[in-house]
């Protein structure tokens, strides 16, 4: 399996339409939001052009009231793969979802599927009080997670706290951390580009997006601002605006501001791979190259 990366705007989907045509195969989308059909303008979903030159999947497989996390992802691709290598001996996974990334890696401990009512009521409990009381119960029930948790994502203190409860167990218990095995290999490409050029492809995505319609979009999606897949970039700032907190300017500028703040996330988790290959997206030939070598390498069923 072939693996492409890379912070938003940096160019991915071009590069692995080019690629996927080359060894005439598929798409497996590694983006956690743009799974959500309601979502399309927001998250930068392929266009019906794009999903026209090669079959993908994972996109807009999903709605916005549907639970999903990276555990059932891990599932999903398994499963998923199992059947595509049956008439492919290359498939590609694309996108910049660094946790759905690792499950497909490393795994995902086996933790208690959620608790709905539990998760229901920790997310009405989000909406009318913020983060502070969850994390609060966090510390008291697991000092351990609280400590290495990202203290500023909803959806993860809400699972750990729900898992708590439910199972009355420390949710660090369950991380094993132990590395499962695949049926296949993975090599790994990231895409990167001068930051500053980087920063100006965002602006643009934006400039795009909000000529498409974003805020519209957003509009018909403010009534659902409290669930979790809306947390997005794109929609929260304007959810912002639409209840008066903001300008409309101040929303766009926010936008800009958060997207290049996760942009730089996603670059320092990406950079954490060692096994990662670094490419400019406008060298396909040399990542075509490499994907070549790599596939001659191994020897399971020309997988990489």
């Avoid at 999903?68 to 199992?82: D, G, W």
């Avoid at 995902?108 to 009080?129: G, N, T, V």
């Avoid at 729900?162 to 991380?175: D, Q």
């Amino acid at each position: 399996m072939l693996s492409i990366s890379g912070p938003t705007a940096v160019g991915k989907t071009e590069c692995s339409l080019q690629i996927a045509e080359h060894f005439k195969t598929e798409i497996i989308s590694c983006d956690s939001r743009q799974m959500y059909k309601e979502m399309k303008i927001g998250t930068a979903v392929p266009d019906e052009a794009e999903l026209k030159r090669v079959k993908h999947h994972f996109i807009g497989k999903l709605s916005i009231h549907d639970y999903y996390n990276a555990s059932m992802f891990e599932q999903n691709i398994v499963e998923l793969s199992s059947k595509l290598f049956n008439t492919h001996d290359l498939l590609l996974m694309v996108g910049g979802s660094g946790m759905y990334l690792d499950a497909v890696l490393y795994g995902i401990d086996d933790i208690p599927d959620p608790d709905m009512k539990i998760r229901e009521a920790l997310i009405r409990q989000h909406e009318s009080e913020g983060l502070p009381p969850l994390l609060v119960q966090l510390e008291k029930l697991d000092p351990v997670s609280y400590q290495r948790i990202d203290r500023n994502n909803p959806k993860r203190v809400i699972r750990a706290v729900e898992v708590c409860i439910s199972s009355g167990k420390p949710f660090s218990s369950f991380h094993t951390r132990q590395i499962k095995s695949r049926d296949f290999n993975i090599l790994m490409i990231g895409l990167e580009i001068p930051r500053e050029t980087l920063y100006a492809r965002i602006d643009k995505r934006i400039d795009i997006m909000l000529e498409q319609g974003l805020e519209a979009e957003a509009a018909k999606l403010h009534p659902h601002q409290g669930l979790i897949a809306l947390k997005s970039i794109g929609y929260r700032e304007f959810f912002q605006y639409f209840d008066g907190k903001i300008s409309r300017d101040e929303a766009i500028h926010l936008i800009r501001k958060n997207t290049r703040q996760y942009a730089r996330k996603q670059i320092n988790w990406l950079k954490r791979y060692k096994a990662m290959h670094w490419f400019n997206p406008d060298d396909i030939e040399g990542m075509i190259d490499l994907t070549k070598k790599s596939k001659q390498e191994v020897n399971i069923s020309s997988k990489i």
